[in-house]
């Protein structure tokens, strides 16, 4: 089965992922989404095999959530207008396998879903 990680390599967490990803010889799909921006229906469809709320998403202690200010009140779609127009502030790393999803933090997500 493919697994697609949404990945950036300046982020250790991802880093530690991705190699997990590689030597469990797997075919991965490396999504690089600082540099190849998801559109707002790939995050949608994120949150719903997440199971999450666009919130959760949301690296909120970013100091670009702050200047932005971004908060938990505000609707799904504005939250998910954000992401796409500022991809860093995006949970990070995302791997996706079939119809499931994980927040790869803590790395034992990452563990159950491979």
């Given amino acids: 089965m493919n697994i697609t990680i949404w990945h950036n390599e300046k982020c250790s967490k991802s880093r530690q992922a991705l190699e997990y990803l590689e030597k469990k010889n797997l075919k991965i799909e490396i999504k690089n989404y ?3 921006t998801p ?4 995050i949608k469809e994120i949150l719903e095999l997440l199971n999450l709320k666009a919130i959760d998403l ?7 959530y702050t200047s932005l200010n971004l908060n938990e009140n505000m609707d799904e779609s504005t939250l998910i207008d954000f992401m796409f ?3 860093s502030l995006i949970q990070r790393p995302i791997i996706i396998k079939g119809e499931n999803a994980v927040i790869s ?4 997500r990452l563990e159950e879903l491979v």
Avoid at 39 to 42: L, N, P, Q, V
Avoid at 105 to 108: G, H, L, M, N, T
Wanted: avoid cysteine.
């Fill in 34 to 36: 600082l540099e190849n």
């Fill in 58 to 64: 949301i690296r909120t202690n970013e100091t670009l």
């Fill in 39 to 42: 559109s707002k229906e790939e």
């Fill in 105 to 108: 933090r803590p790395f034992s």
């Fill in 85 to 87: 127009l500022n991809p």
